[in-house]
């Protein structure tokens, strides 16, 4: 059972990046699906969610600029960051909860000119 993430990278300021994550061995079709991030010496905290619904939530210092969707056929959920800032450079996890926490291994995105 993994979750695993994809697409992180170096980007210059008001540029854009798209995070992708597959779930593997897990069905997470019934579950909320997340995007975590943790800044260097700051706590992880919740970017994005997505109900099995398709209804949305967003941290509000990224409402506007990142949009989460999800492919409940092929298991999968995305996160698209738009007009990126340097308070936007952080590792990004994806995750899940199914019983128990699952995370994915993270994603370094660096925001940086």
């Known amino acids: 059972v993994q979750l695993q993430a994809s697409g992180g990278g170096l980007v210059q300021p008001g540029g854009s990046l798209r995070l992708s994550c597959a779930a593997y061995?897990?069905?997470?079709?019934?579950?909320?699906l997340n995007w975590y991030r943790q800044a260097p010496g700051k706590q992880r905290e919740l970017v994005a969610g997505?109900?099995?619904?398709?209804?949305?939530n967003y941290a509000d210092s990224v409402k506007g600029r990142f949009t989460i969707s999800r492919d409940n056929a092929k298991n999968t959920v995305d996160l698209q960051m738009n007009s990126l800032k340097s308070e936007d450079t952080a590792v990004y996890f994806c995750?899940?909860?199914?019983?128990?926490?699952?995370w994915g291994q993270g994603t370094l995105v660096t925001v940086s000119s």
């Open positions: 995750h899940t909860y199914i019983y128990r926490h699952y």
């Open positions: 061995g897990i069905i997470s079709t019934n579950n909320n």
């Open positions: 997505i109900a099995p619904s398709g209804s949305t």
